[in-house]
């Protein structure tokens, strides 16, 4: 309420229009590309690599029994290398055809002991998608026939392993309707359990708070539209998952298990409730996948359309990419500010076909960048220059040759494109600088991990392969593997030509975005133009101490937004900006001056 004036005087007020808004949230890259395991096309964010490997798996044995070897996708190094100087990265594993998530139906008191009545009490799906997730049969837990058994001495599961698991049920109690779930994983034994999640007191009656929905989760995705340019989720369920590793369904409730006596209310709900006993998942599928799988330098092999278990040639492995990069279209849902696609290399045609959706995503929602890698393993700078024509957009820029990095899960070096590893260079010039400074040379560029690269470049290499654009990553005695360009693939010399420029103004238009929707539906007046200038000014001015701008001017005044602006309901601002330039080409010249003649001023 207002101070009440009754006498004359002179009374001051304070009013603080100094304070700043709260900066954004951690923005983080992208990545799309195949995992080992974990939600199937589902953009996923994780906040540190053990996380990502938690979720999304990590070694894995491919090929013929007698040509079988280890090795991990792209996506878990780019993973691994981005999450060392970054704090959030959104994946999204890709999988073609009909894949399928494993479960287990969990079966209730009214089934028969001998196997010939199955009745579910509830059923457990797994939260990863794929045929690993498949522990075996255990009582019949899985498919519902018989009683088959995939159990060996000491309670082994022949199909367990330490990325799978299994499931316990126990303390079992007819009076008051409650019972213990263990979640354990595949390949523990009966006298040493290895238990990931333990949920006692679980009830089937939805009114209570330890209803095991309620505890677990019930959400479901189901993709929707997934050839189209508009895919969608279709969410099933009422719960949010908080299981790590299973969602469940309900199929007997025990609605009011006790009445106001405190008594059972229905004799018929003890059958209703899970049996003490374990069990398996099974069903999962792994959908298309093409064997053997290409890896490393031999992805795309010889002109051939294959990587990681994905032949390009055919649309039914196109179709996740495109589904996930048209996912990725949605600003409200998904925000990141650099994406890259490890395995897809332009110089094929149907990988470039897909990196031309990416790029166009990318060039639509204006607020992150593509990185690109022109060819696959084994090209030539002649090669490689000739792709990097194709491209002109100031949205994407491209790194070349390979690099060569270690892999201590396998035990030996693997050679990855620069796509994995550029994002890595990236977070660390934002940690130790800012999206303004330039992500390239000794001090911001260094690429730690590599051992070399495909090809040691030369100067005149170097400045060939800038010339098109095509951003070197060269090797240095006593300095290691170094990004040494940071140019865009826009042809036309700008501002923009730069990664730094560009990285500028996508950070600029992420905070003006994100702090001007609290403007939305105020009153279009003076006052919350005001608004508007006391938010933005203070963050270009900090830019500008920060090194990033030269000078810069903010109008949002009458001229903007006269009265047949207002009338339309919109507010007009505009932001001019001189953006601060690297230092790409030092020139020194050394005058050599005879004895005694005077130094110029």
Aim: charged share 20%; no cysteine; aromatic share 10%.
């Amino acid at each position: 309420m207002a101070e009440k004036i009754v006498s004359p005087g002179v009374f001051t007020n304070e009013i603080d229009q100094s304070a700043l808004p709260a900066a954004i949230a951690s923005i983080g890259a992208a990545v799309i590309g195949p995992t080992q395991r974990g939600p199937a096309n589902i953009p996923t964010t994780v906040t540190s690599y053990s996380e990502f490997l938690q979720t999304f798996g990590g070694v894995f044995t491919s090929g013929s029994e007698r040509y079988e070897n280890t090795f991990k996708y792209l996506t878990n190094y780019s993973a691994q290398e981005y999450l060392k100087y970054a704090d959030t990265l959104t994946v999204v594993r890709v999988m073609a055809g009909t894949y399928a998530y494993a479960f287990s139906n969990v079966i209730s008191v009214n089934s028969g002991s001998d196997g010939t009545t199955f009745a579910p009490s509830f059923r457990l799906t797994t939260l990863s998608a794929g045929a690993q997730e498949n522990s075996g049969q255990e009582r019949s837990a899985a498919s519902g026939s018989g009683f088959t058994s995939d159990v060996t001495t000491g309670g082994l599961l022949r199909s367990g392993s330490e990325q799978n698991l299994r499931w316990e049920v126990s303390d079992v109690s007819n009076t008051k309707g409650t019972f213990t779930l263990l979640i354990r994983r595949g390949d523990d034994i009966t006298n040493r359990k290895i238990i990931l999640e333990q949920y006692n007191n679980l009830t089937l009656d939805p009114n209570s708070p330890n209803y095991i929905a309620k505890r677990i989760g019930d959400i479901s995705y189901t993709l929707k539209d997934s050839t189209t340019s508009q895919p969608y989720f279709q969410i099933s369920g009422s719960y949010a998952n908080k299981s790590k590793y299973v969602r469940v369904t309900v199929y007997k409730n025990t609605v009011n298990w006790f009445d106001q006596n405190g008594t059972r209310r229905s004799s018929d709900f003890t059958g209703s409730l899970p049996q003490a006993v374990s069990g398996t998942f099974a069903n999962g599928s792994d959908g298309s996948v093409t064997h053997p799988k290409q890896f490393y330098e031999n992805i795309f092999a010889g002109g051939g359309n294959q990587q990681q278990g994905f032949d390009l040639s055919n649309s039914t492995y196109r179709e996740p990419y495109l589904a996930a990069i048209n996912l990725l279209k949605n600003q409200d849902d998904y925000d990141f500010n650099l994406l890259t696609l490890p395995g897809l290399v332009d110089n094929n045609t149907n990988a470039s076909g897909i990196i031309d959706a990416a790029q166009q995503m990318i060039e639509s929602r204006g607020d992150a960048f593509l990185v690109v890698d022109p060819y696959a393993y084994g090209g030539t700078i002649s090669t490689v220059v000739t792709e990097a024509d194709t491209r002109n957009s100031n949205y994407v820029a491209m790194y070349w040759p390979w690099v060569l990095i270690p892999d201590r899960d396998l035990g030996k070096n693997v050679w990855v494109p620069a796509s994995v590893v550029v994002p890595s260079v990236y977070a660390f010039n934002d940690r130790v600088a800012a999206p303004w400074f330039a992500p390239a040379g000794l001090n911001r560029g260094g690429i730690e991990i590599a051992v070399r690269t495909e090809r040691k470049l030369n100067q005149s290499n170097r400045d060939t392969l800038y010339d098109a654009n095509v951003n070197p990553i060269a090797s240095f005695p006593n300095q290691g593997v170094v990004v040494y360009g940071q140019k865009t693939m826009q042809k036309k010399s700008s501002a923009l030509d730069r990664v730094n420029v560009r990285r500028l103004l996508i950070a600029a238009k992420k905070f003006v975005a994100s702090t001007s929707k609290y403007l939305l539906f105020e009153q279009n007046t003076a006052a919350t133009r005001n608004r508007f200038l006391s938010i933005v000014n203070p963050y270009f001015d900090n830019v500008q101490q920060r090194q990033g701008l030269y000078a810069f001017k903010v109008v949002m005044d009458e001229k903007l937004n006269t009265p047949e602006v207002i009338d339309r309901n919109e507010l007009r601002g505009a932001i001019y900006l001189q953006p601060a330039k690297t230092a790409e080409f030092i020139i020194i010249d050394f005058n050599i001056l005879p004895t005694g003649a005077a130094f110029p001023e």
